[in-house]
Nanobody, 125 residues
Framework: QVQLVESGGGLVQAGGSLRLSCTAS????????AGWFRQAPGKDREFVAA????????DYADSVKGRFTISRDSAKNTVYLQMNSLKPEDTAVYYC??????????????????WGQGTQVTVSS
């Protein structure tokens, strides 16, 4: 089992930045690919970014490409999501997820076995 805990959410003005953290406990996180997803009020949860278990491959939704950066620190069992140039439409609950396969991560939610509880990000205009 892998337990995931997100942190770093909050309220920020448009154009500002936040860094989300996802810290894992249980099995060695470095053997899992990780992803970030988000769910805005009244909308389905959607893919944001993914990173392979080595950290060598990343993938981003078009809506965040160039503004968000996913990274990982295996020594700290933590995956990060640096969010810059935030927009009101980025307001959502952000979830971290982990999967052993595929090792490069995925845009598909059903491929992730472990999920965190979510952290709220609110961007004011």
């Amino acid at each position: 089992q892998v337990q995931l805990v997100e942190s770093g959410g909050g309220l920020v003005q448009a154009g500002g930045s936040l860094r989300l953290s996802c810290t894992a406990s249980g099995r060695t996180f470095s053997r899992y690919a990780a992803g970030w997803f988000r769910q805005a009020p009244g909308k389905d949860r959607e893919f944001v970014a993914a990173i392979s278990w080595t950290g060598g491959r990343t993938d981003y939704a078009d809506s965040v490409k160039g503004r968000f950066t996913i990274s990982r620190d295996s020594a700290k069992n933590t995956v990060y999501l640096q969010m810059n140039s935030l927009k009101p439409e980025d307001t959502a609950v952000y979830y971290c997820a982990a999967t052993a396969y595929p090792s490069e991560g995925s845009r598909t939610q059903s491929e992730y076995r472990f999920w965190g509880q979510g952290t709220q990000v609110t961007v004011s205009s």
